[in-house]
């Protein structure tokens, strides 16, 4: 079985700062990795997505995270911060033989002016 | 394009009372699921259907009831609303077994009272 443990449930951090959330994982077989993110009163839409290869993952909104096998982590970054990336970042895990996405318990970023 | 849609946006039960949360998608998705969102607990999923005719549990799966008998829809029952089932409820599909994205729609909130 998988799981995932996203270590900080709240992340506050000054406009134009820098920012990295925090996603660890469990799993005794190859997984795939997630990270989504939900603004206020919306739906969860994609970030970016680690499926093979490349170790660092580039996506929307100038985001990128870093596939660690060693460390079993896949931590979200953003070199500068702004007031519309105030939301809820959630990790998840799929593997490779199982429909299922499990998730972390979310990280809201909070972003200070 | 509209993607996952679902209805109603809110909802007010009484204790006992049964009602039906409606998905649809467009996209020809094979997967679509059902989670609840409570507070510091991530997403739980609640049932799944790999295709019209399949459908099994999740997580959560009591209280809940669902069926796919075309591609497109997914309704989610409740059969006696109790006040535990107070929660942000969240359809999702997706093509490939969840290797892309996941589309989610903008959510139901439901309070049982």
């Known amino acids: 079985a998988q799981s995932v443990t996203q270590l900080d449930s709240q992340v506050p951090v000054f406009e134009e700062a820098p920012v990295e959330l925090r996603c660890n994982y469990s799993?005794?077989?190859?997984?795939?990795l997630f990270w989504y993110v939900q603004y206020p009163n919306q739906g969860l839409q994609l970030l970016l997505k680690?499926?093979?290869?490349s170790t660092l993952v580039k996506g929307i909104n100038g985001f990128e995270a870093e596939f660690n096998k060693s460390q079993t982590s896949f931590h979200l970054r953003k070199p500068s911060v702004h007031i519309s990336d105030t939301a809820e970042y959630f990790c998840?895990?799929?593997?490779?033989?199982?429909?299922?996405?499990?998730w972390g318990a979310g990280t809201k970023l909070i972003i200070k002016p | 394009n509209a993607g996952v849609t679902q209805t109603p946006k809110f909802q007010v039960l009484k204790t006992g009372q049964s009602m039906t949360l409606q998905c649809a998608q467009d996209?020809?998705?094979?997967?679509m699921s059902w989670y609840r969102q409570d507070p510091g607990m991530g997403l739980r999923l609640i049932h799944y259907s790999v295709g019209a005719g399949i459908t099994d549990q999740g997580e959560v799966p009591n209280g809940y009831n669902v069926s796919r008998s075309t591609t497109e829809d997914f309704p989610l029952r409740l059969l006696s609303a109790a006040p535990s089932q107070t929660s942000v409820y969240f359809c999702a599909s997706s093509s490939q077994g969840g290797l892309t994205e996941a589309f989610f729609g903008q959510g139901t909130r439901l309070t049982v009272v």
């Open positions: 998840a895990v799929k593997a490779d033989s199982n429909y299922q996405l499990i």
């Open positions: 680690y499926l093979s290869g």
């Open positions: 996209m020809n998705h094979e997967y």
């Open positions: 799993s005794s077989v190859s997984v795939y």
